[in-house]
Nanobody
């Protein structure tokens, strides 16, 4: 029900925009987020958005470089990634939860019920 796209190969300092289209009721989820999983590492939180209020949350590693946004009419979330670094290389996943998540738990993988298939982002140095 979540379809991520937009990944690819980019040089360090470049930009990419990821999209995640939510089908059906998933598009009305209160909380939608992006996670990433670097090669050989655990999945980690990147950014999240609340439908009500539009609050956004970011991992410290991407603050000031990445922007999460949401188009409720199109049931789509985006992740604009600027000033990319080689350490941003990972498979990026979008996730959704119908209910609200408290601020401190936004980055908890177990809070999310739905996951997209992932899109690979490779940043070359």
């Amino acid at each position: 029900q979540l379809q991520a796209s937009g990944g690819g190969l980019v040089q360090a300092g470049g930009s990419l925009r990821l999209s995640c289209a939510a089908a059906g009721r998933t598009g009305t989820a209160e909380t939608m987020a992006w996670f990433r999983q670097p090669p050989g590492k655990e999945r980690e939180f990147v950014a999240a958005n609340r439908r009500s209020g539009g609050n956004t949350f970011y991992a410290d590693s991407v603050k000031g470089r990445f922007t999460i946004s949401r188009d409720n009419a199109k049931n789509t979330i985006f992740l604009q990634m600027n000033s990319l670094k080689p350490e941003d290389t990972a498979t990026y996943y979008c996730a959704a939860r119908y209910g609200r998540i408290i601020n401190s738990a936004m980055g908890d993988v177990s809070m999310y019920h739905y996951w997209g298939q992932g899109t690979l982002v490779t940043v070359s140095s």
